[in-house]
C-alpha cells in the first residue's frame, strides 16, 4: 500500500478547513441550543443508543465491507480474530491503549499465519 | 479558606493546583492517545500530508476516526465532496455528546461554549460526562482543561507519528486496525445491559445491508439511526411491560471497578 495521493498542500490544507467546519457544527449549536433550553426526555433517551449503534457501524464497515465496492467481505480472518481479542481484552481491562496495542500485535501477527 | 478561588476542587490535597488535579484526570486518557495518535500520524504521512498539516489537523478535527478517514480516503484518491459530506456523517454524532453534556454547562458564555465545542472529543467527552455525573465540584473550567490536556498529547503525537512515517517504511493495513480496535474498545464501555448487545447485533446487521443498499457510507447513518430508534423504542417497552426482565439487569466486567477516571467518587 503506497501512497498514490496527488493532491498538494494547498488542497490538503482546504480540506482541513472544510473538514474543520463539518466538525465544528454538530459539536457547538447543541451545545449553544440545548444549554438555553431544555433537551426533551426521549430526545435523552434515545442518543443514549446512537454512540453504540454507530461505533458497531463503523466496525463492520472496517471488518465486513470492501472499501471501494461496497461488497460484503468475509474473508478478513485475521481482523476478525484479532478484534474478538480486542473486545476480551477491553471488557477485562477497560484500558483503551492495552486494547488498541493488542489490537495492532494482534493483526499483525494474524496476519503473517493467515495472509 | 477565604482565598476566594472559583472552583475548589475535591482532592485528597486541598492545596494541589488545579492545573495539576485536571491533569491527573486526564492522563490516562493522555497516555492512551499516545499509540493512536501515533498510528494516525504515520497514516496521514502515508496519505501525503506533511508534518505541519497533520499538526493543524489533529488541533482543528480532533477526531480519530476523522483522521483515520481522512488518511484512508485519500490513499484511495476520493474527490474533495466526498470526504468532506463523509467527515460530515461521522461528525454528526458529536451533536449527541454535546446535547448530553448541556445540562452541565448551563450559564456558560457563547465563547466558551465554542471553546469547548472545539476540543470536544470522544474520549475526553466520556471522561467529562463521567466527573460531571459524580463529582458536584466538577464544572466546565475543568472539563475544558481536561480537553486541552487531552488535545495537547493528541496532536504532539500525531505530529511525532508523521515523522515516524517519514523515517521507516510500515505495513499500512495494520496501523489502519488502530482505529476498528478504537471503536471496539468504545463499544465495550458502552455495554451496560444486555439489551445493548442486542442493539450492537441489530447495528451490525443494519449497517452491512444499509452500506450494501446506498453503495456509500451514508448507510452507516442510515442504520445508526434505525438501531438507535430501535433500541429506544425496545427500552420503553421492555420498561414498561416487564421492569424485572432480565435485558435491562446490569453487567459488570471484572475491572469495571477500575474506570477511566481515577477518583471519580465524589465523597
Redesign the interface.
Known sequence: ???????N?T??????????I???????????????RA?PE????????????????????????D??????LLNKYS?ML??VV??IV????????I??????IG??IL?MFMA | MNKRRPNPKQVPDPNEPLWRSTLRVAMPLNLSYIPIGLACGILLHAAGFNTLLTGLVSLLIFSGGAQFLIATMLTINSPLLSIVLMLFFLELRYALLSSSLSPYLKGSSNRFLFMFAVSLNDENYAINYLKFATDKKWTGREALMVEHYSLLFWAASNIVGSLIGSALKIDLSIVNFALTALFLYMIVMQIKNRLTIVICLISGVLAAVCMMLTKSTLGLVISTIIASLIGFGLEATLRKKLPDSHWLWRLRSPGSKKEAVEHSDAN
Open positions: 500500500m503506497n501512497a498514490v495521493n496527488t493532491w498542500s488542497q490538503h490544507f482546504w480540506l482541513i478547513i472544510l473538514g474543520f463539518v466538525a465544528f457544527i454538530p459539536r457547538f449549536f447543541p451545545l449553544m441550543l440545548f444549554t438555553k433537551i426521549w430526545f435523552n433517551e434515545w442518543m443514549k443508543f446512537v454512540p453504540v449503534s454507530l461505533f458497531t457501524a463503523l466496525v463492520v464497515k472496517d471488518i465486513f465491507i472499501s471501494a465496492s461496497y461488497a460484503l481482523e484479532a478484534a480486542v473486545i477491553a471488557y477485562r481491562t477497560r484500558s483503551m491503549a486494547s488498541v496495542i493488542v489490537g495492532l493483526v499483525f496476519s
